[in-house]
């Protein structure tokens, strides 16, 4: 900002604002201080000064939550300054406002109200400029008042219009590079972390207090400091302190610096502080000598795949990335990042509402269990939707689970094959059918599509009841590989059914020590496929032709159906589009 309020004045400090949009600049208009940043102070024009003073007091009784609420009137006070725009030059109003937090890369952000809805509030609330700098299909949010947030394509930004979002990043950071008015940086923003609770249930925190020494550790020979063991019901009552404390014997000790009597620190910690390391643990848990074995972490670490809902997550996988940064920078293990991959799952709902006592809505996961097993349920849940996706109660059936599964079952029930059986022998289209499911299997659960697993497994379950009614019967080698098979699958989400089949089928070990399924590439190719033959665009035949059929073969296929024929009895064929194996188009 300049020293003066004129925004002629160039002279003055320099002040860094930290921005994830640059391609946004062009649509600055105006900067934004936090109200309790140092710089707010330090920057005010005097005759600004007690306002600035009276607002920062009004400040102080909100929290970090209600300052960034989104339906918060918006307040501020000039601070009586302009500031540059590092890459147009132009001179910008310095506000001070309570939206924006301290913490927050410098405290000083540049405002692009047309992009930004806390900044359009503002803008609107103190009549400022609103400049679009981004087409993205949407009206002007100087008439609508709801800023545009897509990455769009710039526009109203001199050598950035007409670049997307990423190449005018780029771009924008080029040009103030060059210029020396600012330069690509990576900001991370960490808060501290109260980590004690007044509660018996943690870790306590190895820490002695004396009278003499301070605050003094727990030497390593001592750790882990365990919990006290006679502590029981109403002892762990709240009571206004740590329940810890009433433990006056394991409270007391001596202090390892000087020997003199001393306490114990009463709190506990945060069980964040345990989930945000154990995974660490998990490689060799009988350990007792340290809290990992460094090889085994190297051999099997970093975890492959983190799943957990969202809330959960954004806590837990902020608390473990750091516990695992510092790790690394001690040199106590050799990565830097605790998960390969996240997966957020959704959540289970109840007539489009999240259940919640007040509401009314929940439902009895005992009942449910109780009324129609613990296989039936969870299949229905993997069934209801990928995970990420949530799962509305009201719309599932873990009735029709349950007969599923009975209809699965029966399948190994009913099958007669030998075990030793030559499954080559067995009936070919059905072969095709459970080594086709098996290969979509594999490729489902990569790209964790459960639920489509699910289905594949109901068709081909379909596929040998009919086989064993109406087909190959009972005693087809066949039969026994895709039931087998059937029951491989479903021991994903339905162990208990699925060990039953196993052991119908003749089996003597648990079907989890069952090897994978062995797909057959030869099995994959299909001898036959199903043409669609179109009439102006609608299905009117379908035809079971060879996979290799030619154009021409395909077409004369079309053209003796007999429903085509009565279709084109008094129609003129104007034209035949063939893409064989798959579909006839006949154009009238």
Same mark, same amino acid.
């Given at each position: 900002?300049?020293?003066?309020?004129?925004?002629?004045?160039?002279?003055? @400090?320099?002040?860094?604002?930290?921005?994830?949009?640059?391609?946004?600049?062009?649509?600055?208009?105006?900067?934004?201080?936090? +109200?309790?940043?140092?710089?707010?102070?330090?920057?005010?024009?005097?005759?600004?000064?007690?306002?600035?003073?009276?607002?920062?007091?009004?400040?102080?009784?909100?929290?970090?939550?209600?300052?960034?609420?989104?339906?918060?009137?918006?307040?501020?006070?000039?601070?009586?300054?302009?500031?540059?725009?590092?890459?147009?030059?132009?001179?910008?109003?310095?506000?001070?406002?309570?939206?924006?937090?301290?913490?927050?890369?410098?405290?000083?952000?540049?405002?692009?109200?047309?992009?930004?809805? @806390?900044?359009?509030?503002?803008?609107?609330?103190?009549?400022?400029?609103?400049?679009?700098?981004?087409?993205?299909?949407?009206?002007?949010?100087?008439?609508?008042?709801?800023?545009?947030?897509?990455?769009?394509?710039?526009?109203?930004?001199?050598?950035?219009?007409?670049?997307?979002?990423?190449?005018?990043?780029?771009?924008?950071?080029?040009?103030?590079?060059?210029?020396?008015?600012?330069?690509?940086?990576?900001?991370?923003?960490?808060?501290?972390?109260?980590?004690?609770?007044? @509660?018996?249930?943690?870790?306590?925190?190895?820490?002695?207090?004396?009278?003499?020494?301070?605050?003094?550790?727990?030497?390593?020979?001592?750790?882990?400091?365990?919990?006290?063991?006679?502590?029981?019901?109403?002892?762990?009552?709240?009571?206004?302190?740590?329940?810890?404390?009433?433990?006056?014997?394991?409270?007391?000790?001596?202090?390892?610096?000087?020997?003199?009597? +001393?306490?114990?620190?009463?709190?506990?910690?945060?069980?964040?502080?345990?989930?945000?390391?154990?995974?660490?643990?998990?490689?060799?848990?009988?350990?007792?000598?340290?809290?990992?074995?460094?090889?085994?972490?190297?051999?099997?670490?970093?975890?492959?795949?983190?799943?957990?809902?969202?809330?959960?997550?954004?806590?837990?996988?902020?608390?473990?990335?750091?516990?695992?940064?510092?790790?690394?920078?001690?040199?106590?293990?050799?990565?830097?990042?605790?998960?390969?991959?996240?997966?957020?799952?959704?959540?289970?709902?109840?007539?489009?509402?999240?259940?919640?006592?007040?509401?009314?809505?929940?439902?009895?996961?005992?009942?449910?269990?109780?009324?129609?097993?613990?296989?039936?349920?969870?299949?229905?849940?993997?069934?209801?939707?990928?995970?990420?996706?949530?799962?509305?109660?009201?719309?599932?059936?873990?009735?029709?689970?349950?007969?599923?599964?009975? @209809?699965?079952?029966?399948?190994?029930?009913?099958?007669?094959?030998?075990?030793?059986?030559?499954?080559?022998?067995?009936?070919?289209?059905?072969?095709?059918?459970?080594?086709?499911?098996?290969?979509?299997?594999?490729?489902?659960?990569? +790209?964790?599509?459960?639920?489509?697993?699910?289905?594949?497994?109901?068709?081909?379950?379909?596929?040998?009841?009919?086989?064993?009614?109406?087909?190959?019967?009972?005693?087809?080698?066949?039969?026994?590989?895709?039931?087998?098979?059937?029951?491989?699958?479903?021991?994903?989400?339905?162990?208990?059914?699925?060990?039953?089949?196993?052991?119908?089928?003749?089996?003597?070990?648990?079907?989890?020590?069952?090897?994978?399924?062995?797909?057959?590439?030869?099995?994959?190719?299909?001898?036959?496929?199903?043409?669609?033959?179109?009439?102006?665009?609608?299905?009117?035949?379908?035809?079971?032709?060879? +996979?290799?059929?030619?154009?021409?073969?395909?077409?004369?296929?079309?053209?003796?159906?007999?429903?085509?024929?009565?279709?084109?009895?008094?129609?003129?064929?104007?034209?035949?589009?063939?893409?064989?194996?798959?579909?006839?188009?006949?154009?009238?």
């Amino acid at each position: 900002p300049a020293e003066g309020a004129d925004p002629e004045d160039t002279s003055g @400090r320099t002040v860094t604002v930290f921005t994830t949009r640059p391609d946004t600049l062009h649509g600055a208009t105006f900067c934004v201080v936090a +109200a309790d940043a140092a710089i707010a102070q330090e920057i005010v024009a005097p005759e600004h000064a007690d306002a600035l003073a009276a607002y920062r007091e009004d400040v102080k009784a909100l929290s970090d939550i209600e300052r960034q609420a989104s339906d918060r009137e918006k307040t501020g006070v000039f601070l009586g300054r302009y500031a540059v725009n590092p890459l147009t030059g132009e001179k910008l109003p310095v506000w001070a406002s309570d939206y924006v937090l301290a913490d927050y890369g410098t405290g000083v952000i540049m405002a692009v109200p047309a992009h930004d809805q @806390r900044d359009l509030d503002f803008a609107r609330a103190f009549d400022l400029p609103v400049r679009a700098v981004l087409d993205t299909g949407e009206e002007d949010p100087a008439s609508t008042g709801v800023a545009t947030t897509g990455d769009g394509t710039l526009i109203n930004s001199g050598p950035l219009n007409g670049l997307s979002k990423a190449e005018a990043v780029a771009k924008a950071i080029e040009i103030v590079t060059e210029a020396g008015t600012g330069e690509h940086h990576v900001n991370f923003r960490l808060r501290d972390w109260l980590l004690s609770r007044q @509660r018996f249930w943690g870790a306590p925190i190895p820490i002695v207090h004396c009278p003499s020494c301070g605050e003094v550790p727990v030497p390593e020979d001592q750790l882990p400091v365990r919990l006290p063991e006679d502590l029981r019901g109403e002892q762990l009552a709240p009571k206004g302190r740590s329940p810890l404390a009433a433990a006056s014997d394991w409270v007391t000790v001596a202090c390892p610096a000087c020997g003199g009597q +001393a306490t114990r620190d009463t709190d506990t910690m945060d069980t964040f502080v345990d989930s945000s390391w154990y995974y660490l643990r998990y490689a060799s848990p009988h350990d007792d000598a340290a809290p990992f074995d460094r090889a085994e972490v190297d051999r099997w670490l970093p975890v492959d795949q983190y799943v957990g809902g969202v809330e959960h997550a954004i806590l837990h996988l902020l608390y473990s990335r750091f516990f695992t940064k510092a790790l690394y920078d001690f040199g106590l293990i050799g990565f830097q990042e605790p998960f390969k991959a996240l997966l957020n799952q959704g959540q289970v709902l109840n007539g489009g509402k999240a259940m919640s006592k007040s509401l009314g809505n929940g439902v009895d996961l005992g009942e449910q269990l109780d009324e129609f097993g613990v296989d039936a349920v969870r299949l229905t849940m993997v069934f209801a939707s990928p995970p990420e996706d949530d799962v509305d109660w009201a719309d599932v059936s873990p009735q029709g689970a349950q007969k599923f599964l009975a @209809r699965a079952w029966r399948l190994a029930k009913d099958c007669t094959a030998a075990r030793d059986a030559d499954v080559t022998t067995g009936d070919q289209a059905l072969r095709r059918a459970t080594h086709k499911t098996v290969a979509d299997a594999e490729q489902l659960l990569d +790209a964790h599509k459960f639920n489509v697993v699910i289905a594949r497994t109901m068709e081909l379950v379909n596929t040998v009841r009919k086989a064993i009614d109406a087909g190959c019967g009972p005693a087809d080698p066949a039969v026994r590989e895709a039931t087998e098979a059937v029951a491989i699958l479903l021991s994903l989400v339905a162990p208990y059914t699925s060990e039953d089949m196993w052991h119908l089928l003749g089996h003597e070990d648990s079907v989890v020590r069952a090897p994978w399924p062995i797909v057959d590439p030869a099995l994959l190719v299909e001898d036959t496929v199903t043409a669609i033959v179109q009439i102006k665009g609608k299905v009117r035949d379908r035809l079971q032709v060879p +996979a290799d059929i030619t154009d021409e073969d395909l077409e004369a296929a079309a053209m003796g159906s007999v429903a085509v024929q009565r279709l084109l009895s008094e129609a003129t064929v104007r034209k035949v589009i063939v893409r064989a194996p798959k579909l006839v188009n006949i154009v009238v």
